[in-house]
């Protein structure tokens, strides 16, 4: 089946500082992403929908600023948690839909800012 | 405005049928069911979906009522690893790359 990779898998950053997460897909190719956030005890929550060649669409409320996503291969999407904080600590999540609603999602990235 | 509605846990002996109930009364013809799973701190994983009729893969069974207002979930011999939290979700089939927008889902524990 279809697998999509994502790392790192853990990350303790210090305040301030940014993070880079990576989303791939590994057989397949991949036009769009979706970028997940999962506080403690909650369900998904979509973030921003990831294009390749143009730019991410954020859901409301969302910091584009913040977030900053990179789309720039078929197999490719990253997302990057600018001069992060600690309520910024949570598990992300990126998908790939592979079908038209049926998607695969990477392993989660569970960021700590300390 | 929530499309689903599960309970929101269950428990299941182990080697026991795992029914999981979900109701969607609002759900619209071109509205497919999906069901995703989520183990503990780790990404969602796709298990099935249904439009109508009835599906069965090699992991769960889908029963559609006929109305289409409400489905069933079945693993048919639950086993520890089926601890996770069930979602239900309803999404339409039109075309491009349609968003799956998670609820709270089942949080299904599965009893030795």
């Known amino acids: 089946g279809a697998v999509v990779s994502q790392h790192p898998s853990r990350v303790i950053c210090k305040s301030g500082t940014s993070v880079k997460i990576e989303c791939r897909s590994l057989d397949f190719q991949a036009t769009t992403m979706f970028w997940y956030r999962q506080f403690p005890k909650q369900s998904l929550m979509l973030m921003a929908t990831s294009n390749e060649g143009s730019k991410a669409t954020y859901e409301q409320g969302v910091e584009k600023d913040k977030f900053l996503i990179n789309h720039a291969s078929l197999t490719l999407s990253t997302l990057t948690v600018t001069s992060a904080h600690p309520e910024d600590s949570s598990f992300y999540i990126c998908?790939?839909?592979?079908?038209?609603?049926?998607?695969?999602f990477g392993q989660g990235t569970r960021l700590t800012v300390v | 405005d929530a499309k689903t509605t599960q309970p929101p846990s269950m428990d299941c002996a182990e080697g026991r049928a795992a029914n999981l109930p979900c109701n969607h009364s609002?759900?619209?013809?071109?509205?497919?069911v999906y069901w995703y799973r989520q183990i503990h701190s780790q990404g969602p994983q796709y298990i099935i979906h249904?439009?109508?009729n009835n599906e069965t893969n090699e992991m769960a069974s889908l029963i559609i009522t006929e109305d289409r207002k409400s489905s069933t979930l079945i693993l048919p011999h639950a086993t520890l690893r089926d601890t996770a939290v069930y979602y239900c979700i309803v999404s339409p089939l039109s075309g491009g790359y349609q968003k799956v927008t998670f609820g709270i889902g089942t949080k299904l524990q599965v009893i030795p």
């Open positions: 609002t759900i619209s013809g071109n509205e497919y």
């Open positions: 998908s790939a839909p592979v079908r038209s609603t049926e998607a695969f």
């Open positions: 249904g439009l109508k």
